[in-house]
Structures are given as structure tokens and as C-alpha cells.
């Protein structure tokens, strides 16, 4: 059985699909490993590891000939695969919602493509859970990436000089990158705060030492929305959440936003008014900038300024840490594929009645057979 780890073709993709570890741990289920030359890269990862580790390296086609398996951290362009044998799996983050027109040109291909982000939030899936694992590293880079921006201390610090005071940070949007956010801000000595839609949340922003700021005179998101996502919420908590944020928010010197909703573009939580409350120098990170941002005047890729407040949009945080996101990424898919891994046949084996294979699923026999993609065309 034969896994084939690609190069990244994306613009700015620095992260790789499989590390030399991965590999002699595929090996020792008695997989063939054959590696894209290159592939590794931008996480600094030589070829001569990976041969080392037992793969063989090759050209793209070479990789691809015979692949029951094809490994990617972003879906490779059909086109880049047409050399691909019918039935293989494409195991990669495939963005299916965004990206819909490749997903149809996978089922055309003939290709099994398994959307690694629609990995259900449930026990058993948590070690292969790459959305997790990635938007961990991307929160911790999201405070590194404002103190850069930020033109003053972090940490209270009292010299003979005088005091300087604490940073005031408040992270809106407590899901993994939330939390991060708020424990690596709290560690650099920061006064964090930190807000969200979800009322379960509270009692995890008060547990890493900041102060929740909640809107209580309208009922949020008791439990926890789809997938542990937030969900759309009334236009009545809209309405007090902005009046809630307008208030705090003039008094911050970074925010963090990090609220996203599947399938949607990102909501939008601070606008151009409120940005003119901040004061001068402030930072902002948004972390939402790729699905439409949260922040109004936010642009994907780059650092603009408006009303001397400093608004971050880096696209793929992620792929800013590529040699730790690398990591985690390719343990999240061998953990995927090993607990599927049938001795018998040599090979991992989904269970159509799976919960697992019922939400990554999205091709299968030339078509698109995933409830969640068919549920939005029709």
C-alpha cells in the first residue's frame, strides 16, 4: 500500500503533510512512503530525512503513480494529480465550502477526497482533529505577531525610572485560538480579558486568569454551537454585543478576533466606528481575515492602519510556525489513518457507517456524496 506526500502548491504554504516521524510510523504498519522532492522544505525539513526515515523521493508524477493514499496539508489542484489511479484517497485540509468547484473536479477524477476539517468534534476523533491542533499555534502566533506590531511592553514592569504599565489585551472569540491567545498574552504578562457568544465559555476565560466580559441583559449560546463552532446569533444579541464591545473596547491596546462560523463568512464584531474609539497606537489581529474578517477594514495578507490603529491580517497563520504545525498537522493524519488500519488488508478501511467517514467523506464513485455539501446545493 502506497502513500504518496506532496509538495504544497498554495501561495505562502510553508507547512508539509508528513515529517520523517510520520513516515517511520506509516512504514512500521507496513506502508510504502514515497515523497515529493522538496515537499518539506519550508518546515525545514531535508529530503535526505525523509530518506533516512525510510521514503523514497521522486518528481510529482513518480509520487503519484500507483498512490493508493495522497497526502496534503491544502488540497492539490486536480490538475496537479490527473496522473492519479482511480479510487485513491486525497487526506488533506480541503476547504469544501470555499472551494466546492475542486471538490467536484475530485469526484470527477475518480478520487476518495476526505476533508481532514470536517473531522467531528467528538472524543475519539480529538487526536485527528487538525483545525485544533492548527488554530493552537495560530493563536500563540497571534499575540507574538501584535507584541511585534505593538509599540510598547507587555508586562507591568517598575524601574527607577518610573512604572510602565501592563498591556491591556482583550481576545474576542474563545474557541482553541481564543484560549491560546489568552494564555500566551497572560504569560508575557498582559491584563487580558476576553469575550464570547458561548456563556459556557466564562468559567474557561476565568481558569487561565482573565476577565470574561459577557453581555447578560440577552441570552447567548448556553452550551456549545455546531461542531463547538459559534452559531448566527439574534440580532437583539448583535445589537447589545456591539453596545457591550464599543465600551471595552476603547480602553484595549490589542484585540485578538478569532470568531468564525463554518460555512459562513466571519461575523462581523468591530467596525469602523468603534475602531475610532481606540486609541492611537492600538493593535488589532485578526485571525478570521481569510473567511471575510471580523475587524471592518481588515485586508487579507497585509498590516493597514486606520485611525492610528494598527489592523493585522496575515493570511495562513498557521504556515508562520510551519516546522511545529507540520508536526502536529501530520500526527493528526496518521492518527486519523491508524485507527482505521485493517492488519488484514494492509490498508486503512472506513466503515461506511461511521461517524468519522460520514462527515470527512466527500467523493466517492465519481460523486459528491457528502450531506453537508448536498445539503447547501440544493
Do not use: C
Not at 45 to 51: L, Q
Not at 189 to 198: F, H, L, N, Y
Not at 240 to 261: F, G, N, R
Not at 343 to 364: C, F, N, S, W, Y
Amino acid at each position: 500500500m502506497k502513500i504518496a506526500v506532496l509538495g504544497e502548491g498554495a501561495e505562502g504554504e510553508r507547512r508539509v503533510s508528513a515529517t520523517p516521524e510520520t513516515v517511520k510510523k506509516f512504514i512500521g504498519l507496513g506502508a510504502e512512503l514515497a515523497v515529493e522532492k522538496g515537499a518539506g522544505t519550508g518546515a525545514t525539513i531535508a529530503d535526505s530525512a525523509y530518506e533516512e526515515a525510510g521514503a523514497t523521493l521522486g518528481t510529482r508524477a513518480a509520487v503519484l503513480k500507483d498512490a493508493d493514499i495522497v497526502l496534503g496539508v491544502q488540497g492539490p489542484d486536480p490538475a496537479s494529480i490527473k496522473g492519479v489511479k482511480p479510487g485513491a484517497w486525497i487526506v488533506a485540509g480541503l476547504n469544501p465550502f470555499g472551494e466546492r468547484a475542486r471538490v467536484d473536479e475530485y469526484a470527477k477524477l475518480g478520487v476518495e477526497a476526505l476533508a481532514m476539517e470536517f473531522m467531528p468534534r467528538i472524543t475519539r476523533a480529538q487526536s485527528m482533529d487538525i483545525l485544533s491542533s492548527q488554530s493552537n499555534l495560530a493563536g500563540y502566533k497571534a499575540v507574538l505577531d501584535a507584541a511585534a506590531e505593538y509599540g510598547r511592553a507587555f508586562p507591568m514592569m517598575m524601574t527607577a525610572a518610573g512604572t510602565v504599565s501592563a498591556a491591556r489585551v482583550f481576545i474576542m472569540g474563545v474557541g482553541v485560538a481564543g484560549l491560546q491567545a489568552i494564555a500566551t498574552a497572560r504569560r508575557l504578562g498582559a491584563q487580558v480579558s476576553a469575550t464570547d457568544v458561548r456563556a459556557a465559555t466564562r468559567e474557561q476565560i476565568e481558569s487561565l486568569g482573565a476577565k470574561a466580559i459577557f453581555v447578560e441583559s440577552v441570552k447567548g449560546i448556553e452550551g456549545e454551537g455546531t461542531g463547538g463552532y459559534a452559531t448566527e446569533m439574534s440580532d437583539e444579541y448583535k445589537a447589545a454585543q456591539a453596545e457591550l464591545v464599543s465600551s471595552h473596547i476603547a480602553k484595549q491596546d490589542i484585540v485578538i478576533t478569532t470568531a468564525l462560523i463554518p460555512g459562513r463568512t466571519a461575523p462581523r464584531l468591530i467596525s469602523d466606528a468603534q475602531l475610532k474609539t481606540m486609541k492611537p497606537g492600538s493593535v488589532i489581529v485578526d485571525l478570521a481575515v481569510e473567511q471575510g474578517g471580523n475587524v471592518e477594514g481588515a485586508v487579507a495578507g497585509q498590516i493597514v492602519e486606520k485611525h492610528g490603529v494598527k489592523i493585522v491580517g496575515h493570511k495562513n497563520v498557521p504556515s508562520r510556525l510551519a516546522a511545529d504545525t507540520s508536526a502536529l498537522f501530520s500526527r493528526n493524519l496518521f492518527n486519523f489513518l491508524s485507527a482505521f488500519w485493517d492488519k488484514d488488508a494492509g490498508r486503512p478501511v472506513l466503515p461506511d457507517d461511521d461517524e468519522i467517514t460520514q462527515a470527512i467523506r466527500l467523493t466517492q464513485g465519481g460523486k459528491v456524496v457528502n450531506a453537508r455539501l448536498l445539503d447547501m446545493a440544493s
